[in-house]
């Protein structure tokens, strides 16, 4: 059984030390042939296998055949041509400030340019060496241009738009050479998270192919089911032996907590191949990839820009929307569907809206879990607790129980953090519910209104209506009122009719009164 490659991101070192290696070079071909272009684009979340993509770009551009020995592209007609490569990995690039990017970036293309024999030490800016070290280069061979991780230094600093300009200013500098150079760089592969078009990049080199969306790249990156099946069985077969179950459960409880991204419209998903390389690993299904990096910028954009976060599981988005992405306006949709924390679920070719989701249980859990813990005073232990509590209460039909420990909550948000609207409330509210399992829907739909918040469990339906600026008798009353129960009748299970009223003195839930059919 080959050991697995957790953590390996260098090609020739995975080849060397034998192993695994999901073969991607099928699709790899179609890229270095021609038969799409010359010059790609490829946003993909973090943590999903584009550094490793690279690598196995730099390795074949050199000629190195004996690394791809067994593997598709080797019994294929590949040419396997020796060409420069200039290879920039913007993830190792230091740039906590504009200047420092400035330096670093030269810093690689002067190392580069040594290792070619090549001196371009005098030029004084990144764009200069750049197209001196692309000439040079190209006298002899032809030149690949290979960026990794292309974004990495503006997203390290999205919460400091001034510093943030600045390396756009470089960066635009950068790639408007890059677009410049036209015949001497034969093959241009870029990598990042998000696309942000003031980059020069993306406007005016008309022969840039982006295949973000493209269903071409659907499963570049990623693991589908087939690959699952194929490299990793006998791993999950060591799982069901050790843990006495069956392999099929295996596979089912995988699918569930690490599958579900889609990159395209076509209904092609892919797991999350770092977090499904650590379950095999330690054999434990657990949050992996989302505690390699916080996404403390995405709930203070939530924060700052008031943002309703229990519509993010059924939002849409139109298609032009995901074109490109500004620094000067911060999307919060857009963002979240390029960083990984929504997935593409269907697209309407009529409306070219694209529905979007959380793409499993790993990445709801943890986001939603994060937001809670970000906006409160609570310990992650103190919210597990009060979890276990609610889950049991509602479970129960307990609401006296329920609200109690709901208090908790709401009386561990900073009041420089609570803000004057019941949507505010309403989103906590959403966000408890869903960590506790609870089946939940907000804004539902009848023929007379929406209501707030539908909760379903085993035994239960709890149809929830919320006032800030009146009691909870008016919020039972307005569900009465417009009967908002009615289309839930025939489910056969007790329904609770639940107003609640928040209070702005006490900044928590000031009284809540139910009625049961």
């Known amino acids: 059984m080959q050991r697995l490659p957790v953590g390996i991101q260098s090609f020739d070192m995975l080849r060397a030390k034998n192993l695994v290696y999901v073969d991607k070079t099928e699709q790899i071909y179609d890229l270095v042939t021609g038969k799409r272009g010359y010059y790609f684009f490829l946003s993909r979340p973090r943590r999903f296998g584009k550094s490793l993509l690279v690598s196995t770009l730099k390795e074949l551009f050199l000629g190195n055949k004996h690394l791809f020995e067994s593997l598709w592209i080797s019994n294929s007609d590949y040419g396997w041509e020796p060409h420069h490569v200039i290879h920039l990995d913007f993830s190792t690039i230091e740039s906590r400030s504009a200047d420092e990017f400035r330096h670093n970036l030269a810093f690689e293309l002067d190392s580069i340019a040594q290792a ?56 635009s500098d950068f790639y408007a050479t890059v677009k410049a150079m036209g015949g001497k760089i034969s093959f241009l592969f870029m990598t990042g998270i998000t696309k942000f078009s003031k980059t020069s990049i993306f406007s005016g080199m008309n022969n840039l192919i982006d295949l973000t969306l493209s269903p071409d790249a659907a499963s570049l990156l990623g693991y589908t089911d087939a690959e699952i099946d194929h490299y990793f069985q006998q791993h999950m077969q060591v799982i069901a032996q050790e843990q006495g179950i069956d392999i099929a459960n295996v596979k089912r409880a995988v699918r569930h907590w690490y599958n579900g991204y889609q990159f395209s419209k076509v209904p092609q998903t892919v797991y999350n191949p770092f977090s499904v390389l650590m379950y095999l690993l330690t054999k434990d299904l657990r949050n992996y990839w989302f505690e390699t990096g916080t996404p403390s910028f995405l709930v203070n954009l939530i924060r700052a820009k008031q943002y309703s976060i229990e519509g993010l599981d059924h939002a849409e988005i139109h298609a032009d929307s995901l074109a490109s992405f500004e620094i000067d306006t911060m999307r919060l949709i857009p963002l979240l569907l390029q960083t990984g924390y929504l997935t593409i679920k269907g697209y309407n070719a009529e409306t070219q809206n694209y529905q979007l989701g959380y793409p499993n249980e790993e990445t709801k859990a943890s986001f939603l879990l994060y937001f809670i813990e970000m906006i409160t005073t609570a310990e992650t232990a103190q919210l597990s607790n009060a979890v276990s509590r609610l889950t049991k209460a509602l479970k129960e039909g307990n609401l006296e129980q329920f609200f109690t420990t709901l208090k908790i909550f709401f009386a561990s948000v900073p009041y420089t953090m609570q803000l004057p609207q019941e949507k505010y409330y309403q989103s906590i509210f959403y966000v408890i519910l869903n960590l506790i399992g609870a089946y939940v829907h907000s804004e539902v739909a009848t023929n007379d209104g929406r209501i707030d918040c539908m909760v379903e469990t085993d035994k239960h339906i709890y149809i929830f209506e919320f006032k800030l600026y009146d009691d909870e008798h008016a919020a039972l009353a307005q569900i009465e009122q417009k009967k908002y129960y009615q289309r839930f009748l025939h489910e056969g299970k007790t329904i609770q009719l639940v107003g609640v009223a928040f209070d702005m003195k006490q900044r928590n839930i000031g009284g809540w009164i139910s009625r049961g059919l």
């Not at 241009?145 to 600093?157: A, G, S």
């Open 116 to 171: 070619n024999n090549i001196n371009i030490n005098a030029l004084s800016s990144p764009s200069l060496k750049l197209k001196e070290l692309a000439t040079q280069l190209a006298q002899s061979k032809n030149v690949v241009l290979l960026i990794d991780e292309y974004d990495r230094p503006l997203l390290q600093h999205v919460d400091d738009f001034v510093v943030m300009r600045e390396i756009q200013k470089i960066m």
